[in-house]
């Protein structure tokens, strides 16, 4: 049995412009409630099969991993403010979909240029390189449709003077920039801390894991 909330029997318990949450009826009498950034009518629990299997995810997530001189190969990370922990923690560029990205031919590759623009200063060009590993994947499914792409980087650089957070939009806080070697990577990945001892989230976990998988000695 494939227990689908009846579509018509989905009732809005909390709205605001950035979160909502629902209760889904998916049988007489049972319910599950989910937190969502989209409406009612954009919910994944209310879409078709087809609609799911070709649905753009919410947000981008990407490992920007930097060719610099003499070979070094670095992972660049951020400390951002993540107000439901109430803590810096370490981060990788990451960020919502516009509606102008997804009117892009790519619309994740859009995503992750502007995103890296905008949270790091650096300006992707041609002979770089932007790809999804990814295409979509669930972030919490027991308690929220939230869904990310996971995308690779690729930025070759003379020097790191370009970095800069003077891009961050909203909400958006930070505190410096980590570039990582494959060693310090390494050690953050199995670990589970960064240098100041702090968990960080799963997000940052799996672009540790690219980095370390992607680019080895």
Partial sequence: ?????????????????????????????????????????????????????????????????????????????????????????????????????????EPLVSAAIREIKEECGLTVRETDKVYVLNPCAFSTPGMTDESNAFLCAEITLDSTDALDHGGAVGSELFDGFELLDRKRALEIFRTGRDEHGNFYSLAAWMVLSIFLSLFPE
């Fill in 1 to 105: 049995m494939n227990p689908n909330p009846n579509r018509d029997q989905i009732e809005t318990l909390y709205e605001t412009p950035f979160l909502k949450c629902y209760d889904l009826q998916y049988a007489e009498g049972k319910h599950y409630f989910a937190a969502s950034r989209n409406g009612k009518d954009d919910l994944v629990a209310r879409k078709t099969g087809e609609a799911f299997r070709s649905m753009l995810p919410d947000a981008v997530t990407v490992a920007v991993v930097l060719h610099l001189p003499e070979n070094q190969t670095r992972l660049l990370m951020s400390y951002e403010y993540r107000y439901p922990v109430g803590q810096f923690l370490l981060s990788p560029v990451a960020g919502l979909l516009d509606p102008e990205d997804r009117s892009e031919a």
